[in-house]
């Protein structure tokens, strides 16, 4: 595992990039998309689409297992924010029934230098539709939507993951 | 180390790549009189040797070529159908060539999407619950190692019997597909890989296995 790390590292590129680049795919959506409400869903297409590549790339890199638990998944989810984005959120506001959690950070590399008009635009809605489309990979179905947003004037954001259920047909042979 | 193809089958039992890295290849050519003494027979539009295995010629071989001009199905490239040039004295000496049939494309899908059920079998024939299904099925000629993702797609290498650490070999081609066929925009999932990147750090990783081992991966 150590070779992987040191790989890992090769690739690093400043947060900024992306920053900026993510900055000016949103606004250029803006301009194309009249309604926010469709860029908003255009995000989370996007976001869905790079969630169902990447989970190969999270899984190939870090030797995960199924998880067969909520709080396993929170997990493997923060490790994916720490590995992808380099950053920390924390997961808290458990339901009772141990399906429903939240994810909550005060500084997103996505946002950062982000003023935002008022339109309700969901800024960072890539990320809740990358998880989407990640878990629906590993054969669970979750839905996932912003509770606060800092960019909205929220102290902090929180992103809310609840479980639906799992995709019992998709699961592969042997693991059943 | 050898190792001969590898194989990546789609969570739908389609196989998305295929590679033969290292098939030996065997080939007889030798000058016959007549009457052949070779029993061919024509099947699955293939000339193939029925019975009487001498020289290197094996039951099963196929025929390659006629005087040196190749065959394709029962013809050689001039048109004229093998088993009336055999039959007529009058052609002999004749040299023919035979050699072990390479899979087409075509099979190698239908044998991708046998092993699919099968792999799905074993882990219902299981007696102990939890079953991964087949990870290693080996034979006395070459050893087949499986490794499915937690997303349902299968990697399979095929090499020689004695080979180690096949399991690092998989996981190094995972790496690689979530690399450069994954994050490449116009690779559309579960279709077949044509990423030029792809093939060659593969071909790369096969020749550094078969150099060096897999110790160092």
């Given at each position: 595992?150590?070779r992987q790390t040191?790989?890992?590292?090769a690739?690093k ?5 992306l920053?900026?680049?993510?900055g ?8 194309e998309i ?9 995000l989370?297409?996007i976001g869905?689409?790079?969630g169902?590549r990447?989970?190969e790339d999270?899984?190939?890199?870090t030797t995960?297992?199924r998880c067969?638990?909520m709080r396993?998944?929170a997990?493997?989810?923060?490790q ?17 029934s141990?399906?429903e959690?939240?994810l909550?950070w005060?500084q997103c590399?996505l946002?950062?230098w982000?003023e935002m008009?008022?339109n309700?635009l969901?800024?960072c809605m890539?990320?809740p539709?990358?998880i989407?489309g990640?878990?629906q990979m590993?054969q669970?179905?979750?839905?996932c939507?912003f509770?606060q947003d800092?960019l ?5 954001t929180?992103l809310?993951v609840?479980y639906?259920?799992?995709l019992e047909?998709?699961?592969p042979?042997g693991e059943? | 180390?050898v190792i001969?193809g590898v194989?990546i ?6 196989l998305i790549y ?5 098939i030996p ?7 016959f009189g007549?009457?052949?003494d070779?029993k ?11 019975f ?5 010629i094996n ?5 390659l070529?006629?005087?040196g001009?190749p065959?394709t ?13 055999i039959?007529?004295k009058?052609?002999y ?6 050699g072990?049939?390479?899979a ?5 899908i239908v ?6 059920p099968?792999?799905?079998l074993a882990?219902?024939?299981s ?8 990870e290693?099925l080996?034979a006395?000629?070459f050893?087949?190692?499986?490794f499915?993702t937690?997303t349902?797609?299968?990697f ?6 004695s080979?180690t650490g ?5 996981k190094?081609?995972y790496?690689?597909?979530s690399?450069?066929a ?5 690779y559309?999932?579960?279709?077949p890989?044509r ?5 060659t750090?593969l071909?790369?990783l096969?020749?550094?296995v078969?150099?060096s081992g897999?110790?160092?991966?």
């Amino acid at each position: 595992m150590s070779r992987q790390t040191s790989r890992l590292d090769a690739k690093k590129v400043n947060s900024e990039l992306l920053t900026l680049t993510y900055g000016a795919l949103v606004s250029q959506m803006l301009k194309e998309i009249d309604n926010t409400d469709d860029v908003n869903k255009q995000l989370e297409r996007i976001g869905y689409n790079m969630g169902v590549r990447l989970i190969e790339d999270f899984l190939a890199r870090t030797t995960s297992t199924r998880c067969l638990e909520m709080r396993e998944t929170a997990d493997k989810i923060q490790q994916a924010f720490r590995l992808y984005l380099n950053m920390q959120p924390t997961v808290t506001s458990w339901s009772s029934s141990g399906d429903e959690f939240s994810l909550v950070w005060d500084q997103c590399p996505l946002s950062e230098w982000v003023e935002m008009p008022n339109n309700g635009l969901k800024y960072c809605m890539l990320i809740p539709g990358a998880i989407r489309g990640a878990l629906q990979m590993v054969q669970l179905e979750v839905q996932c939507w912003f509770v606060q947003d800092q960019l909205k004037g929220d102290p902090v954001t929180e992103l809310r993951v609840k479980y639906i259920k799992r995709l019992e047909d998709a699961v592969p042979a042997g693991e059943d | 180390m050898v190792i001969y193809g590898v194989f990546i089958v789609s969570k739908s039992g389609g196989l998305i790549y295929n590679y033969d890295h290292n098939i030996p290849r065997v080939e007889t050519e030798k000058t016959f009189g007549f009457p052949l003494d070779i029993k061919l027979q024509y099947e699955n539009k293939k000339v193939v040797v029925a019975f009487g295995q001498r020289d290197g010629i094996n039951v099963g071989h196929v025929l390659l070529s006629v005087n040196g001009s190749p065959v394709t199905g029962r013809t050689t490239e001039d048109g004229r159908d093998v088993f009336t040039i055999i039959e007529t004295k009058e052609n002999y000496p004749l040299s023919l060539k035979f050699g072990r049939p390479r899979a087409t494309t075509n099979e190698k899908i239908v044998l991708a999407s046998m092993f699919y059920p099968l792999f799905a079998l074993a882990s219902q024939l299981s007696p102990v619950p939890k079953c991964s299904g087949i990870e290693s099925l080996t034979a006395d000629t070459f050893k087949l190692s499986c490794f499915q993702t937690l997303t349902g797609v299968k990697f399979i290498v095929v090499t020689e019997p004695s080979m180690t650490g096949s399991e690092a070999v998989l996981k190094r081609i995972y790496e690689l597909y979530s690399d450069y066929a994954l994050k490449n925009p116009f690779y559309s999932l579960e279709m077949p890989i044509r990423c030029e990147l792809f093939d060659t750090s593969l071909h790369t990783l096969l020749e550094l296995v078969e150099k060096s081992g897999t110790s160092n991966l």
